[in-house]
């Protein structure tokens, strides 16, 4: 760690040093594609180290063929994170090459890598102290964001220890047990209640225990954004929330807003705070090869993230970090098939692949018409043929839509590229150059100055 924070701190005022910030991160001039860094000037926060916060953004399935496809998507300038990208990151388990989220998450929230699966613990299924429980050990108050259930194995890495991701009832029991999270928001509300409710509680209502607990509890939008309380509990759908192309018809709110509530319930404590988010969806869109759905759940994770900025600019003891645990589909600018690049007629496409393989007819015969209806492409017959054959309809529809959007996919499955890391503010030069996702919460840690023992 010590070399690399050495190393880190030239290549950090290098990196950010030759961009030249501009306040605001709204306003601040898109550099266009390809644009030169112009007038070189201190990095944020120069000379200040102290951290109180710290904001850590996962997007889930997210790698560098990922950014450069949303570099194009994105209308108005490149991705915000793009100014202060400042390593690149390695994310193998304990017994593979590809991790998956559970390891690649409990590598990220307790410095310990562990095999496929497990949660909180190590290969032998010994309990980890994570880096949420160390900031509430220290006084902070935590939070987790998630847009998959809040008991989702990269949330569940962070307050609970399962030996499998899967014992998602154990994880929301443990969450109130335990009470170390004081901001809950997302999907998952089954998992909370019992089943005389419809839940998947064998006996206990885990909802009515964390009102007893001081929770306050919410259900929709218009509830998250009257909240009150410094402890809430906010699960707005049953299971995982809408997919950002169909949220708008639903009550939920957007990652945007829940990291905005959050922010402000944790941010009331005098010690400082640690907090979570995850674009959970990102990665489902990756393993369902869907351009569209990928691109628009990264544009709804960026608003949240453009948040979490405006809040570290008036409070500059704020850490931000924004890191994919791996990638999710091996997604690339190109592939065999593209018909040129193109992605940005992405924004042309309304639905995920998912839905538009529910609108179409046991026979197959409304294949061009629903896909014309939701994406404005006119199939081929040939184009068409090859979808009404395929074994799996939304599969087909998506690595179609990819191709006309010039998005090349080599896997519906995580692969084990790098990932970039990205961090902004003080002691974001802990994150610089080639680390491993163990360093993540060991350079959180040091700079918030706890001890995170494993
Ligand atoms: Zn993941």
Redesign the pocket.
């Known amino acids: 760690m010590l070399k690399k924070a050495i190393l880190g701190v030239l290549s950090t005022a290098l990196l950010v040093g030759g961009i030249g910030f501009s306040s605001g991160w709204v306003a601040a001039g898109p550099p266009g594609h390809g644009g030169k860094p112009d007038q070189p000037g201190p990095p944020p926060h120069a000379g200040k180290n102290k951290v109180e916060n710290v904001i850590l953004f996962?997007p889930?399935?997210y790698s560098a063929g990922y950014n450069v496809n949303y570099r194009h998507y994105k209308e108005d300038g490149d991705p915000v994170w793009d100014e202060f990208l400042t390593g690149m990151m390695t994310t193998h388990s304990t017994n593979d090459r590809i991790?998956?989220?559970a390891a690649?998450?409990t590598a990220m929230s307790t410095g310990v890598k562990t095999n496929n699966g497990a949660v909180g613990v190590d290969p032998d299924g010994e309990k980890l102290e994570t880096i949420l429980q160390a900031a509430h050990d220290a006084g902070k108050s935590t939070g987790l964001v998630a847009t998959s259930t809040i008991t989702h194995?990269?949330p569940a890495v962070f307050a609970s220890h399962v030996s499998s991701r899967n014992e998602q009832e154990e994880i929301a029991r443990q969450y109130i047990d335990e009470g170390s999270v004081d901001v809950l928001l997302g999907g998952g509300m089954d998992y909370f209640l019992p089943e005389s409710e419809g839940g998947r509680q064998r006996e206990r209502d885990l909802i009515q225990e964390a009102m007893d607990n001081g929770y306050q509890v919410v259900e929709n939008r218009d509830e998250l954004l009257s909240i009150e309380g410094d402890k809430v509990l906010g699960l707005f759908a049953n299971d995982a929330m809408a997919p950002e192309l169909h949220r708008e018809e639903t009550e939920e709110p957007s990652l945007a807003e829940m990291t905005g509530a959050a922010i402000d319930v944790l941010s009331q404590e005098d010690e400082g705070f640690f907090l979570m988010v995850e674009g959970?969806q990102i990665?489902w869109a990756g393993h369902a090869n869907d351009a569209a759905w990928a691109m628009s759940d990264t544009a709804a994770f960026e608003e949240a993230v453009i948040e979490a900025l405006g809040f570290a600019d008036q409070n500059d003891e704020t850490l931000i970090i924004v890191a994919?645990?791996?990638d999710?589909g091996g997604m690339s600018l190109g592939g065999y098939n593209s018909k040129g690049t193109d992605v940005e007629i992405l924004h042309r496409v309304t639905a995920t692949g998912d839905y538009m393989a529910q609108q179409i007819n046991s026979d197959r015969t409304n294949i061009q018409e629903v896909v014309e209806e939701y994406t404005s492409i006119t199939l081929s017959d040939e184009e068409t043929e090859v979808i009404k054959q395929s074994t799996n309809l939304s599969l087909a529809i998506n690595q179609t839509i990819s191709d006309y959007a010039g998005v090349g996919w080599s896997s519906t499955n995580?692969t084990g590229v790098g990932v970039p890391v990205y961090a902004y503010g003080p002691r974001s030069d802990l994150f610089t150059g080639l680390i491993d996702n163990t360093d993540i919460p060991l350079a959180i840690a040091e700079a918030y100055r706890i001890s995170l023992e494993n």
Do not use: F, N, Q, R
């Open positions: 996962i889930d399935g991790t998956d989220s690649a998450g194995a990269t959970s990665d994919g645990d791996h999710t995580h």
